[in-house]
């Protein structure tokens, strides 16, 4: 596939992350504005309520000028297809229609988290993070779990901790037993982490008892978006067992503020890799059920002049794809929502350079990693900055998110005295 | 604490569940209307929309219109206190404001899902459910957790598929895997359980970021349901570990159609037990933490004539407080919103008559109980009717939740074929 080019310059350079064949949707706001739904090209932002005011776009119901794109979503597959149609109908190269009453640069919009999560799934997808952490967690010889070939894992998070690229996180206090420790202490996490990975949202419900195949799974998709799954590892080594991570991922989950759709990222599937032990047929998937897409993390220390990539991975790096994530989380019958998002779990490739966590990155802390200011890290320190971002590569042009950024902030005392 | 007379005499009987002193609050429609607000006295059910309309009640807002408590949860404890003042003078024996047009008979109400679920997290609070579960899942060495007797563990659930009493639950299909089986297996629960539990209504949302004491926290509860988070236990055991119940729990969770006003409970509260080890002071509450609610599990097989209690209990026999649970939840940063509901853990007392679920009342299976009809269960089989009932007993009356009841019905075959 090659770039569509579009009448919005910036949008045909090969290192814009929206070109034409891009479009994704995010809620913005200018100063003294109400939030209300955009795509991006290139370094512009296109306001889609004033192109939806007049009709020159149409989902079939006025959609746009919510602050979040549930109501879009709501719309279904059919109109997410026609407003995609429209805008690459307007925005080519010499369409006559005028568009700059609908037009400003993207450097003045504030970004929105750009749905309402309904409720927050994660999963554990990649078998080289499950065997890293399960290695360092639990021992070698009980690194992988034994459903974990069978069963695309996942656990209920907190949706209202998720929030928009660009957020500040506050480092939790919580419950932290070192393996030494009689007992545990009440404090400041000391192993701060993030997790990369992607979101995939649900854009069309299912009733509650009606489980859905893969297939059908994969056309509730709406799109995806960049997720890091903030970590505490000392207050999650602690309270995981036995019903999995509570406090240790409660405190922020941060999103990219561009939902890039399924449409988008069409040219780009790439088959799961090879089955290591059959899936029961539920599981089964027609479709190639990943993407190639590029991923990698910054981290920036406070006062440095620039970041250090300490990670390249790619979302192909996953045992199982999001729809089969989707269907196993309705086979027993949950009803899922629109807005439901769906972490894919931390992605990790085989060599140590493109691990997702730090957890891994620096062997839980036994091998810190150095930056290019010559520092070390095992874990996040207060100010630290971490960027990820994410792009199929087509030939020419990329589909990109953006990037998915938040800084750790201090602790602050609980209202029961010093922590 | 004595009886407050009633001029609807219906709530002045002992056995009532809904006495002057209760007034919880509750969502029904009749034939032809919209569902909206209700309290109940006695057999009458009371529209507080009506009483809300000419204001005869005022929570200084409309509110009582609503298809959910969610509007007048938002008002506040004030509001709260104010209303539940307006009522009791209202209903009060003698009392001279006309009441006719408000009132129905309760048998012709169709009752609602109370209140929007914002997330729904389940605790872990019984030391004899953790002890009994743990000694059937990991063994007797390792029942306790080691983390126990210090965290109030929970895990996030699944908000969508919290119900009212009375909706049906299908049995789930999913992976099984005995331990004596090779590989896992797809088909319908073999082994499906209740849990009897109590859940906790967050009133006042806190932002994220910001940690609370438990005195704080036991002031943004607006009130309590019965609830019964029903189980697979063969779906659970496979999947669990490392990342905790997913599937599991996902086909249902049933509440009482009524909320239970914190304040209708004050009279019966009762400390927790004993601790035995120290708690880390974020944890610690000044009020004595839980109540005196006396609570019993009917089953009523498909066709008989009436059900068996199985299982005897008490609210008191928890180890952690729903505050302390509430503060725990918060205490990294998440943020806690209207709506959210925080399930106790299943309530299992000493003896064995006394124990929440049907796996700790059989044993595993192991020890079959038998009905007042002859028969004899392990788990749930379809066609059986659960009811839970719960009430605080006061002198010559009572504070009753009325019925938490839902049916087994069987497991529908998937869209991939049978099961």
Redesign the interface.
């Known amino acids: 596939m090659t770039l569509l080019k579009s009448r919005v310059e910036s949008a045909n350079t090969p290192d814009t992350d929206f070109p034409l064949n891009n479009l994704p949707f995010g809620i913005f706001s200018t100063e003294g504005t109400a939030p209300r739904a955009a795509t991006v090209l290139g370094d512009r932002i296109v306001d889609l309520a004033v192109l939806e005011a007049d009709g020159r776009i149409d989902a079939g119901a006025p959609v746009f000028a919510a602050g979040e794109l549930n109501p879009f979503m709501e719309r279904g597959p059919a109109a997410w297809a026609a407003v995609r149609a429209q805008l690459q109908a307007l925005f080519a190269e010499g369409a006559p229609t005028p568009v700059d009453d609908a037009l400003s640069p993207l450097a003045i919009a504030r970004m929105h988290l750009p749905f309402r999560v ?2 927050y799934t994660d999963f ?1 997808a990649s078998k080289r993070h499950a065997m890293n952490v ?1 290695t360092m ?2 021992g070698a010889e009980n690194a992988l ?1 034994p ?1 974990w070939l ?2 695309p ?9 998720v ?1 928009v690229s660009g957020t500040d996180i ?1 480092r ?4 932290r ?1 070192g393996p030494d420790e009689e ?4 404090g400041p996490s000391r192993r701060m982490d993030i997790e990369l990975e992607m979101g995939a949202i649900v854009g069309v419900p299912t009733p ?2 009606k ?3 893969v297939d ?1 799974a994969e056309e509730l998709i709406f799109g995806y978006v960049l997720l890091n799954d903030w970590s ?1 590892r000392d ?1 999650q080594a ?11 991922k ?3 989950t941060s999103i990219s503020p561009w939902v890039v759709t399924r449409a988008a990222l069409e040219p780009f599937r790439v088959p799961v890799p090879p089955r290591e ?1 059959p899936l ?3 599981l ?1 998937q027609t479709l190639p059920g990943l993407y190639d897409i590029a991923l990698e993390v910054g981290l920036q220390p406070e006062g440095a002049a620039a970041e250090t990539i300490v990670s390249r991975t790619n979302y192909r790096n996953l045992y199982y794809s999001a729809a089969q994530q989707l269907a ?2 309705a ?7 629109v807005g439901d998002l769906l972490g894919s779990g931390t992605i990790s490739g085989e060599e140590k350079g493109s691990f997702g966590s730090l957890l891994e990155l620096s062997w839980g802390g036994k091998e810190p990693i150095t930056l290019d200011t010559g520092e070390t890290r095992s874990f996040i320190e207060d100010g630290d900055r971490l960027t990820l971002r994410g792009a199929a590569l087509g030939e020419g042009f990329r589909v990109g998110f953006g990037a998915c950024t938040g800084r750790i902030l201090p602790a ?1 005392p ?4 010093d922590a």
């Open positions: 309904a409720e554990y399960g967690f639990r779990p459903n069978h069963i894992i996942g656990y209920n998070g907190r949706a209202s901790s929030v506050l939790p206090n919580g419950q037993k007992v545990p202490s009440f509650m008892g489980p859905i195949t059908e505490s207050i602690w309270e995981y067992a036995p019903l999995g991570p509570f406090q240790g409660a405190f922020g032990k029961l047929p539920y089964d196993h989380h086979v027993g019958g949950c009803g899922m929502r602050v609980g209202p029961w005295g």
